[in-house]
């Protein structure tokens, strides 16, 4: 059974930087095609890709967003990092972490998310 | 990047209604694409992965069809939990895109 579970800090300061960790069981990140991917949701807009780390240590940013963001990932820990720099009030949003296989390219299992709000 | 476009971006329906969402790429994906489900306070499900199989654990009245640039997401017959938002999610290249939500809300 895979669950992911999103932790990390529910109120940051503008300029602040933000680390959200994704913790995860029923699969390692260290085997072939395995990937965890986050996702963003502002209050009352889409859904918004950020970033993916694949088995690898292959990492995907979004574009928008590459100079602000770094993910890492501890297979031993069972936990992926998301860092986001020089954070913003439009940058309040729900945060997900997601599981996902290179030869998929969707995320099929997804943690219950975590509201970040930006606000000095 | 690829634009992914929605329509409608909201639906009143009523129990047992049968409910199609679009799904329109701003160029070819092939099959890769995705439809998922948010409700409040849980978890976002995948539904649908590559245009039309069906994930693990989804009800059969859940079917996704297309390929190219344009994908349907249907559901036969509405059951009260299926109303939500859905989105679409194209896998075809960085960076994964998804389309704007349909709010499917009770008639």
Redesign the interface.
């Known amino acids: 059974q895979i669950t992911l579970k999103e932790s990390g800090p529910t109120l940051v300061k503008p300029t602040q930087t933000l680390t959200l960790t994704c913790t995860f069981s029923g699969f390692s990140l260290s085997t072939n095609d395995v990937g965890v991917g986050w996702i963003r949701q502002p209050p009352g807009k889409a859904l918004e890709w950020l970033a993916l780390i694949y088995w690898d240590d292959d990492k995907r940013y979004s574009p928008s967003l590459k100079s602000r963001l770094t993910i890492t990932k501890d297979t031993s820990k069972n936990q992926v990092v998301l860092t986001m720099t020089n954070m913003d009030p439009a940058d309040t949003a729900t945060y997900y972490c997601a599981h996902s296989l290179y030869s998929d390219s969707n995320f099929d299992f997804w943690g219950q998310g975590t509201l970040v709000t930006v606000s000095s | 990047?690829i634009q992914m476009t929605q329509s409608p971006s909201s639906v009143s329906a009523s129990v047992g209604d049968r409910v199609t969402i679009t799904c329109r790429a701003s160029q070819v994906i092939s099959s890769?694409l995705?439809w998922?489900q948010?409700r409040p306070?849980?978890?976002?499900?995948?539904l649908i992965?590559?245009a039309s199989r069906l994930?693990s654990g989804v009800p059969s009245r859940f079917s996704g069809s297309g390929s190219g640039t344009d994908f349907t997401l249907t559901i036969s017959s509405l059951h009260p939990e299926d109303f939500a938002t859905y989105?679409c999610?194209q896998?075809?290249t960085?960076?994964?895109?998804?389309?704007?939500?349909t709010k499917l809300e009770i008639k």
Do not use: I, N, V
């Open positions: 990047d890769r995705a998922c948010l306070g849980k978890a976002p499900k995948l992965y590559t994930q989105y999610q896998g075809y960085f960076p994964y895109t998804f389309g704007q939500g």
